[in-house]
């Protein structure tokens, strides 16, 4: 702006005063909204808000520290730097050039038929909107680390000795594999939590997990697939079902499918759990699907007569203490080893604890001090039971879960598998119910705790935008431009093949500030001109020409400078959405703004120029050029 007003003839002073007095004000508006967009990230009270709450902090002061370069250090470079005057030839009207009188004649036509163009804008808004159902949703991508977790599942009552020569076979397996640096085992457990998207695991003794280090991205892809062929071969690790995951941004979500059965008997839940999984299974979306219960484990059952137990003074925790000390021992005393104090463990001969027989000849000692066999007083007979049994709000719920197959997200493959449920929905039992979890649920929680700092966001963009527009109209007008974002941003996910998710989504909310700023500055820079007296029309066309150059350029600069992230895991779809919603709401922007004014407030062609209005003093001293 400095040198536009130079070459039309001002001298330094009042160009670079012209700088900061026109446009100080509308920039730190523009600013402090595009910030406030930011708000419900960084207060929102949730687990991706903690992740993820640090980019409005960051942003803002980044923002405002810009705004203060722009209309203080940047005029002052101007003073320093730029000619006193330009010389008597060299001043001439610097929008009489040939691409500003084709856009001269753009936004002519666009306030002359401004009803057709605002029809058509609203009709690619709403084919936009449309369009986002085709963009794969995303909670958060996977993570860019060279790690990979490998859980090995045996059978329910799986001993540990029986995991660790399972562990030992896998990390032969793992030894001789170039592209791994390093690996680590942990056997009954899952590892420490030494990365916050990693889901501890309850101890097991049928369960361990790896962590594999390996060189790089590419070297930790060809590890997975090797894993995951290797182990879909039922006959080389016949016994184990594996899971071969990345790590992965943003809070845990262990399998990105799940459905949870929820009811109050677990014979029902564990029925309609099984429709549920063969269904899920016919989907060529997801893979390697499973319960959470898995299969039901041996047991036996010790019914407890207890008249007969009262009739020898015992009680039913008596009878259970001496079959739990029997087989499964208890500790009487401990021993030193070194620094440590291990436990002596007392229980029958494995002769005496391998058959149902056997334990019916358990010894009960009685009060009087005789000894009665155990099956005189209680029935003993096998049985199957549930070896984990969950609850979600006092009922039982078991979860269908599975992994998505490469290219797929977890929301997107939940959307696709929820109408084949909907028959089994239909069917289900009254107090029974399906619910949905993983990826989507956990983005739905997100999303949740984000709109809950939407109405403080708006109050704020509100308050700003009735300070700088001083008009409830004016105000209403501008903030209808924030939605057009969508209308770039759909395109861009869908021609990247992105998708849209928490980050994304930051970005469409920070978007809309940035297209709202732009159209601050326009309306300001219109109310300026018919404040002097030109005619509304011409104010029109004539402050949107003026305007462009600096809104493209604002507009190319940002873009150019998302390009780098667009490789990135995490804010390539921030950067992608925010590239395209800027391209196409600088062009909006030139041409539906000033359309929507002239509606709005009704501007014709031969409206009448207002007389000029009184204004501060510093900017009449700086809007009147001097002559060369």
């Known amino acids: 702006m400095m040198v536009v007003k130079l070459e039309e003839g001002w001298d330094r002073l009042q160009a670079v005063s012209y700088?900061?007095?026109?446009?100080?004000?509308?920039?730190l508006t523009g600013t402090l909204i595009t910030a406030a967009g930011f708000m419900p990230v960084g207060f929102a009270k949730s687990i991706a808000g903690q992740y993820a709450g640090g980019i409005f902090w960051v942003v803002g002061v980044a923002l405002i520290l810009s705004w203060l370069a722009a209309v203080i250090f940047t005029p002052y470079l101007g003073m320093m730097l730029l000619p006193k005057k330009l010389s008597a030839g060299a001043h001439h009207d610097v929008y009489d050039k040939p691409v500003y009188h084709r856009l001269r004649r753009v936004v002519d036509w666009a306030v002359q038929h401004r009803i057709v163009v605002l029809a058509a804008t609203v009709l690619i808004l709403g084919i936009a909107?449309?369009?986002?159902?085709?963009?794969q949703q995303q909670f958060f991508p996977t993570a860019s680390r060279p790690e990979l977790l490998v859980d090995l599942r045996l059978r329910e009552g799986a001993s540990f000795a029986a995991t660790e020569r399972e562990v030992k076979r896998v990390e032969e397996r793992l030894a001789k594999d170039p592209d791994i640096e390093f690996f680590t085992a942990y056997t009954g457990a899952g590892t420490p939590r030494f990365y916050l998207s990693i889901q501890p695991e309850l101890p097991n003794p049928g369960f361990a997990q790896f962590v594999i280090k390996t060189a790089g991205i590419e070297q930790r892809e060809r590890v997975r697939a090797r894993l995951m062929e290797l182990f879909d071969k039922d006959e080389d690790f016949p016994d184990l079902r594996a899971r071969v995951q990345r790590l992965e941004f943003g809070p845990p979500v262990g399998f990105?499918?799940?459905?949870?059965?929820?009811?109050?008997?677990?014979?029902?839940?564990?029925?309609i759990?099984?429709?549920?999984?063969?269904?899920?299974?016919?989907?060529?979306?997801?893979?390697?699907?499973?319960l959470d219960w898995n299969e039901q484990v041996r047991s036996v059952r010790v019914d407890v007569?207890?008249?007969?137990?009262?009739?020898?003074?015992?009680?039913?925790?008596?009878?259970?203490?001496?079959?739990q000390t029997t087989l499964d021992g208890a500790p009487v005393?401990?021993?030193?080893?070194?620094?440590?104090?291990?436990d002596v463990v007392v229980r029958a001969v494995p002769e005496e604890r391998k058959g149902i027989g056997q334990i019916g000849d358990l010894q009960v000692f009685t009060r009087s001090g005789t000894t009665v066999p155990l099956s005189q007083m209680a029935r003993i007979?096998?049985?199957?039971?549930?070896?984990?049994?969950?609850r979600r709000n006092r009922d039982m719920a078991l979860t269908v879960r599975a992994d998505v197959v490469d290219g797929v997200q977890g929301p997107y493959a939940t959307a696709q598998i929820r109408p084949s449920l909907q028959p089994i929905v239909d069917s289900l039992p009254p107090g029974y119910r399906i619910e949905e979890g993983g990826a989507i649920e956990e983005s739905n929680k997100a999303n949740e705790a984000l709109f809950a700092v939407f109405p403080v966001m708006f109050a704020v963009m509100l308050t700003l935008l009735m300070i700088q527009l001083q008009s409830f109209s004016r105000l209403a007008m501008v903030f209808l431009t924030g939605p057009l974002a969508i209308i770039g941003v759909v395109p861009a996910l869908l021609v990247f093949q992105a998708p849209f998710g928490f980050v994304a989504l930051l970005g469409v909310i920070a978007l809309s500030g940035m297209i709202m700023r732009n159209s601050i500055i326009l309306v300001d820079q219109i109310d300026q001109d018919i404040a002097r007296g030109v005619a509304p029309w011409t104010a029109i066309v004539d402050a949107t020409v003026r305007r462009s150059r600096p809104v493209v350029l604002t507009a190319a600069a940002a873009v150019l400078a998302m390009i780098p992230l667009t490789r990135s895991v995490f804010w390539g779809p921030m950067a992608i959405s925010i590239m395209g919603g800027l391209?196409?709401?600088?062009?909006?922007?030139?041409?539906?703004?000033?359309?929507?004014?002239?509606?709005?407030?009704?501007?014709r062609r031969d409206s009448p120029a207002r007389a000029s209005a009184a204004v501060p003093l510093a900017a009449t001293a700086t809007a009147t050029p001097t002559g060369p």
Do not use: C, H, N
Not at 130 to 135: D, T, W
Not at 273 to 290: F, G, I, K
Not at 583 to 603: E, K, M
């Open 19 to 27: 700088a900061y007095t026109s446009t100080a004000f509308p920039m």
């Open 381 to 390: 007979e096998p049985s199957f039971e549930e070896p984990v049994l969950w």
């Open 256 to 271: 990105p499918v799940q459905f949870r059965v929820v009811g109050p008997d677990k014979a029902q839940v564990r029925e």
């Open 273 to 290: 759990a099984y429709r549920v999984r063969d269904t899920v299974r016919q989907s060529a979306l997801v893979r390697d699907t499973q």
């Open 333 to 342: 005393t401990q021993i030193r080893r070194g620094e440590e104090l291990v």
């Open 583 to 603: 391209v196409v709401a600088t062009a909006l922007t030139l041409v539906f703004v000033p359309a929507l004014y002239a509606a709005w407030f009704r501007i």
């Open 129 to 135: 909107g449309a369009g986002m159902l085709k963009v």
């Open 305 to 323: 007569d207890q008249d007969k137990a009262r009739l020898l003074g015992l009680s039913t925790a008596d009878i259970q203490g001496l079959v």
